[in-house]
């Protein structure tokens, strides 16, 4: 029998042992999850336990879950439900299977997209619709289906809720240097090229050194950096990567000719210095659109969100040196058919196991999890949710920023966003796409990516044509691959 989701074999697995682990597990999950009288809920959170919630109290974010839910559950007249919490570090996916081996498996997850693809594609997940048509937020419309909808599988069940959807990804440029060169900032592909090739040649920083450049990419191949960096001008250009066939198989969409331009426009501009002289070897650690502001030597830069932008921009003292550019279009044709696509991603997903013991009492954490009375607490607090108030990265930022689009349209926010990046920024809302869950994806991007740069370096005589039929190929030797191998590996 086939698992719903291609994607990766469970790592350091061989298919005899995902055999036993799936017979083990479903005689773990055949007993009830309760202790005495009272249902019991696991739930496993990526947090510390310990993280004082509200932040100047003595209460760790464990017990305040405990406490707020008890007192939920008593006012719906539900009884005590015995909430059990483990905060999740490591290697996530072999110790949730080893913890439901050993009879001890969460039954509500709050996960990362890229746990929710491996749970997605081994069918771990319980899907939701039933559950969320008896919700009374949900029959009342207080639920926004637009987040909603971006939690679907690919084959249209609702794998988990996420309490917010990120802002939509955005470019951004150095206003400063604008002003210096005497130029406007840049809406179309032809206009972006000269104003790169005024930051690397005509010294906008004044200092009288060769030390700037027009835009900050990466040539990275590991994982795939390169295509991650592509993937701004490929939507705005109106191509994604990969799409869904009607077997619900992962298909690449990315070999057109508008593809083609593209890939021989960033090789014009990696031929001509616009990336910078280093770009080839020295990626550096930081990704591209944080290195616009660390390093200060780019000009422009694409995949910004509002969630870190400005806290970015505060931390490096650049505030009034940046501007956003929301749109770039790929050329004037494209801007008056209004042709164009971004990315956004949705935060924390929360999800019920499909081995949960007790999956009624675990729906009820999620009416709790997802109430306006828990959001709204949280919203008021300090503009996030739980996930959204740890630490940005290495910079030390605190992330206070109000949720960009809510899974409940009844929560207002006391932190408001910053209302000029809001007016910049909400039109792009309207060209979001939701690309399907796909653990290949990474391994398949670095295979491309490899492809792309031997054709920006000459390596092979490829044409651009060449190099995305290549590119193709690659990708769909290596999801047919983890196709096959998710049919036979799992033993279902």
Known sequence: MRIAYPGILFPLLGVATAIVSWWVLGLVSAAPNTAGDVPVVKLWIGADEEAPVPPDSEMGIAEYLKTQFDRYCRTRGW???????TSTVGDFNQKYLASTIAGEGADVVSMGSRQLQFFA?????????????????????????????????????????????????????????????????????????????????????????????GYA????????????????????????????????????????????????????????????????????????????????????????????????????????????VPFLWVDESSRQQRRYAVDADLLTVTCIMRDSRNKAAAWRYLEFAFSKVRLGEEVSRQGGGIVRSRYLGRFGLHAGEPHWLSIRHDLTPQIQLDPDLEQAVRPLDAFVVRRPYSGAWTRAAQAMAAVFVDYYLGRGDLTAQQALDEAEQRFVAIHTAYERRLDGGAGR
């Not at 009884?79 to 919490?85: A, E, N, Q, S």
């Not at 639920?143 to 990804?169: E, Q, W, Y």
């Not at 090739?197 to 010294?203: I, L, R, V, W």
């Not at 701004?232 to 593809?259: C, K, M």
């Open 121 to 213: 594609e081994h069918g771990l997940i319980e899907p939701l619709d039933a559950y969320i048509e008896t919700w009374e937020d949900y029959r009342e419309g207080r639920i926004n289906k637009k987040v909603l909808g971006m939690c679907r599988g690919r084959d249209g069940t609702i794998l988990g809720i996420s309490f917010a959807r990120a802002g939509p990804a955005f470019f951004a440029i150095r206003r400063d240097w604008l002003d210096t060169l005497g130029l406007a900032a840049p809406e179309t592909f032809d206009e972006a090229y000269e104003v790169w090739k005024a930051f690397t040649f005509d010294d906008p920083d004044g200092n009288g050194i060769d030390d700037t450049h």
């Open 217 to 324: 990419i990466t040539m990275k191949i590991e994982r795939g950096g390169h295509v991650h960096r592509l993937t701004p001008f490929f939507l705005a250009a109106g191509i994604d990567w990969y799409g869904v066939d009607e077997r619900g198989s992962i298909v690449p969409t990315f070999n057109t000719p508008e593809a083609a331009k593209l890939l021989r426009f960033i090789k014009r501009c990696l031929g001509e210095g616009l990336f910078g002289k280093d770009v080839m070897v020295n990626s550096g650690e930081l990704p591209p659109p944080w290195r616009l502001f660390s390093d200060q030597l780019a000009g422009m830069c694409g995949g910004y969100r509002p969630a870190y932008f400005k806290s970015l921009a505060l931390q490096y003292g650049m505030v009034d040196k940046v501007a956003v």
């Open 79 to 85: 009884g005590r439900t015995d909430l059990r919490i």
